[in-house]
C-alpha cells in the first residue's frame, strides 16, 4: 500500500528536547504544535490507515520562492537549479514528521527501514510525504 498527503505551510524541524530547572524533559511548544498539525493533516487526508510490514518513508520539503531574489534567480529556484541550504536540516525535518506519525500510520518508526529526503522551491511552502509499505519484506 501506498499512501502519500502534503502538509501545508513551511516545513518544520523538530527541536531539541528541553529540560528544566528541576530536571522535566519537554518538547518545545512548536515542535508540539507542528508534530500535532502532522497528525491531523494525515488523519484528515488519510484515515485511520496504518502500515504493518517494513516502509519506504520520502519526504519532500518544499520552501516558498523568496520574493526579494532577483526574477533571475527565482526562475532557477523554480526550476530546481537552485536548491535550497538553509535550516532547518533535512534530518530534523524528517524526524518532525516521523515521530508525529508514530502510532498513526505505523505502530512505531522502526518500521521504517528506508528513508528518502529532499529540499526543493516552489511557489508555496508544503511537505510531501509519501509511505509505501514494502511488499514481501516482513
Not at 62 to 74: A, E, F, G
Not at 118 to 130: E, I
Amino acid at each position: 500500500m501506498i499512501v502519500t498527503f502534503l502538509i501545508e505551510g513551511e516545513p518544520q524541524g523538530k527541536g531539541r528536547h528541553r529540560t528544566t530547572k528541576a530536571g522535566i524533559n519537554y518538547t518545545p511548544g512548536k515542535t508540539a504544535m507542528y508534530e500535532n498539525w502532522v497528525k491531523s493533516v494525515y488523519i484528515n487526508r488519510v484515515g485511520e490507515k496504518l502500515l504493518y510490514g517494513p516502509i519506504r518513508a520520502t519526504i519532500e520539503a518544499y520552501y516558498t520562492i523568496p520574493k526579494s531574489k532577483s526574477k533571475r534567480v527565482r526562475e532557477r529556484m523554480f526550476r530546481q537549479l537552485e536548491r535550497p541550504t538553509k535550516k532547518p536540516d533535512v534530518d530534523n525535518i524528517a524526524k518532525a514528521i516521523l515521530d508525529s506519525l508514530n502510532g498513526i500510520a505505523y505502530r512505531d518508526d522502526s518500521q521504517i527501514v528506508e528513508l528518502n529526503m529532499k529540499k526543493l522551491y516552489a511557489d508555496m511552502g508544503f511537505v510531501k510525504v509519501t509511505l509505501e509499505e514494502l511488499e514481501g519484506e516482513e
